[in-house]
Structure formats: structure tokens, C-alpha cells
């Protein structure tokens, strides 16, 4: 998978997945979109909600009221990065307390979850472009 960020001027860039745009900004210099820091804990959020509603329809619970809220708290000291992230998940109506167990450990293994405790190899390769227009 190749994703693509495209400088748009200022702290603004449109990051293409697939065929989606995304737009990151800072919010002191236009908030056009969430910081890179935002993006990726709503990663953690949405990657866990969608976990928690797989699992829910999984075990023939309507996920019609699931949902996921998150706060996170960045680090004092350098190097500049998230210390902790809260996650508190809504459980639809109806949802079986003997499930609690499973749901949880389900959740806790997301994909994006696994990528922060288990964090992948990062290569960066410079390459200085001839035609700005191609960058």
C-alpha cells in the first residue's frame, strides 16, 4: 500500500489514500483538517470501534449505539510524542456482560493497537525533486 502527502501550502498537506484526500493543517495556521497527531489517535479510536463492531455483529448484537470516544496526552519530555491515550467505548443497548471479557481483549488487539506495542520498521530515503510539480 502507497499513500501519498502533498505539501498545500503553509503547515496544510493532502495526504491521498486510495481515492480519498485527507487534509492535515495545524490549527494555528489555517485548520483546514486534524494535526498528524490527531490523525494518528483516531487511528487507535476508529480502529478499535471498528474491531468492537465486528465482534458485535460476530455475536448477533445490533452495533446500533456502539461508540468510541478518546482523549490522549502528549509527553513532557523530548522526543516530542503521545504518552497515553484513554479510550471509552458506549456499548450498544442490550450488549451481554458475560461478552465484556472477549470484546476487550478483541479491541486491545486491533491492528493499529498492535502497530504501537509491537511498532513497525521506519525507512526514510531523501531524494531531492528536479520539478516541484512532481512532489
Do not use: K, W
Not at 480502529?47 to 461508540?67: I, K
Amino acid at each position: 500500500m502507497t499513500i501519498q502527502v502533498r505539501h498545500e501550502g503553509e503547515d496544510r498537506f493532502q495526504i491521498q489514500i486510495r481515492s480519498h484526500r485527507v487534509m492535515v493543517d495545524q490549527p494555528d495556521t489555517g485548520d483546514a483538517g486534524p494535526t498528524p497527531t490527531e490523525l494518528f489517535v483516531a487511528s487507535l479510536a476508529s480502529c478499535a470501534a471498528f474491531y468492537a463492531e465486528r465482534f458485535l455483529v460476530r455475536h448477533g448484537v445490533d452495533p446500533d449505539g456502539l461508540g468510541l470516544s478518546c482523549s490522549y496526552r502528549m509527553a513532557e519530555d523530548r522526543p516530542a510524542r503521545v504518552s497515553s491515550i484513554d479510550l471509552s467505548m458506549t456499548l450498544p443497548p442490550g450488549f451481554p456482560p458475560e461478552l465484556e471479557r472477549r470484546l476487550r481483549a478483541v479491541v486491545e488487539r486491533c491492528t493499529v493497537h498492535n502497530s504501537i506495542v509491537a511498532p513497525p520498521t521506519v525507512a526514510l530515503e531523501l531524494a531531492v525533486s528536479r520539478d516541484p510539480a512532481l512532489v
